[in-house]
């Protein structure tokens, strides 16, 4: 059997539960290395509950200690799937490795808390989810033994959290009462919340269709660079989408040229095909002037070229964006300079409120809906199609300033 993958992203407002869930959902998974738990206990102080949000901050630790380039992952199995956590330390870098694709995720839990109910952060984690495309959510109701897993306390909620989310293309799956701290309805149930029916959490992200695998999508390579070896030049990049193997002929864009890759080649080992997810090298014969910027991809579904698109924009760095700066756009290896055009509209991204249409300046955390006008074309796609190139960053001062993902070519 296919070991399955789900990338899911836990978000909520600060102090609802989210670090303590996901050192729960660690631990009762199983995923823990042995001696962690005696660890975080004796840490805790002689509480009688381990810490588990600090047992969290532990993995972080260790994380920075080994300096592995994903930073802000940990992972758990259940039976069915091996899950990978994309956690949300802080609310700036939670926008900005949302809008980078950095936690592209296949999956949203968002947690509040009974108490405090649907809170501001509530609201701007669920419009970034909403405009980036996440159309999947389970809401987790924590704190539930704080209400001695009331009911009337849990529904009050669950319903100002679907009401919340009614407004926009998110599809809820469940909403489930738990208590992070205690392991309420995550693993397992529990004599306090006997009234609830529905799934536990683990169930509930069992029951999740997997995602298509990216393998199955068409072809997309962006060519990071161009090496000499032996008086051929090998194209090396990560193929983002797809397959490809030697002797399939792929379209090369943006020159419109169509050409059979003549080896596939990975760290000098022979290979005759890849997939999605491998980096690799391939050459061509003949004259192909190809080079870092270009994407190779299935002659079949091509992306579109475009000069003008039309884009969602978080803005991130400070100074925002005004009318006349100049600006890169960078869709996987593709750059080129850009100018937005027409700010259409300017959004306040805690309530997706517009706060003006055609617009002259956007400040930092706030949302622009863009037409972007490029130098030179580039192959993009747009983001309800769900492949690689429907994100992108733009910089300013050559720091990445904003994101963006592409809602029309
Ligand atoms: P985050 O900011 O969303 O990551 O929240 P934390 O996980 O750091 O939790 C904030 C506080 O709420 C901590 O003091 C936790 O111990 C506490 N907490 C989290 N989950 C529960 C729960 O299920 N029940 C109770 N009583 N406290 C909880």
Redesign the pocket.
């Known amino acids: 059997m296919d070991l399955q993958w789900l990338r899911v992203v836990v978000v909520?407002?600060?102090?609802?539960?989210?670090?303590?869930?996901?050192?729960r959902l660690l631990h009762d998974s199983g995923a823990l290395p042995e001696g962690r738990i005696e660890e975080i206990t004796r840490a805790g102080a002689g509480d009688a509950d381990p810490?588990?949000?600090l047992l969290?901050d532990h993995f972080h630790e260790e994380r920075e200690e080994e300096r592995t380039i994903d930073s802000t992952q940990a992972f758990f199995a259940t039976p069915r799937r091996v899950y990978r956590i994309i956690d949300t330390p802080g609310h700036r870098e939670f926008l900005k490795n949302m809008v980078t694709g950095a936690a592209q995720a296949d999956a949203a839990i968002l947690?509040v808390?009974v108490e405090a109910g649907v809170l501001e952060q509530t609201r701007r984690h669920v419009a970034m989810l909403d405009l980036l495309g996440q159309r999947r959510a389970i809401v987790a109701i924590?704190?539930?033994?704080?209400v001695q897993g009331r009911r009337g306390d849990f529904e009050t909620v669950a319903d100002a959290a679907r009401t919340l989310l009614s407004q926009t293309r998110i599809n809820v799956h469940h909403v489930i009462p738990?208590?992070?701290?205690?392991g309420?309805n995550l693993a397992s149930r529990a004599a306090a919340l006997s009234w609830y029916e529905g799934p536990t959490l683990f169930d509930a992200l069992d029951s999740l269709a997997p995602p298509e695998p990216l393998s199955n999508r068409p072809l997309r390579f962006p060519i990071q660079d161009r090496y000499e070896l032996n008086g051929r030049g090998v194209l090396v990049g990560r193929v983002e989408s797809g397959r490809l193997a030697q002797g399939q002929t792929v379209l090369c864009l943006p020159s419109g040229e169509s050409a059979p890759i003549a080896s596939v080649e990975r760290f000098l080992e022979r290979r005759t095909s890849a997939e999605a997810g491998e980096s690799i090298g391939l050459t061509f014969d003949g004259m192909l002037e190809l080079q870092r910027g270009a994407v190779l991809c299935d002659p079949q579904s091509p992306p579109k070229m475009a000069r003008r698109i039309e884009a969602n924009v978080f803005w991130l760095a400070a100074g925002g964006w005004a009318q006349g700066d100049s600006l890169v756009l960078r869709c996987t290896t593709q750059e080129t300079p850009c100018g937005i055009e027409r700010l259409q509209r300017r959004i306040n991204s805690s309530t997706l409120e517009v706060i003006e249409t055609d617009a002259q300046r956007l400040e930092p955390t706030e949302v622009g809906h863009v037409a972007l006008t490029l130098e030179r074309p580039i192959a993009v796609e747009e983001s309800a199609a769900g492949g690689p190139l429907a994100r992108f960053v733009l910089l300013k001062n050559q720091t990445i300033s904003a994101g963006g993902t592409v809602t029309r070519v």
């Open positions: 909520g407002h600060v102090d609802h539960g989210k670090s303590t869930l996901i050192g810490e588990w949000a969290l947690v808390d924590n704190k539930m033994d704080r738990i208590s992070a701290q205690h309420w």
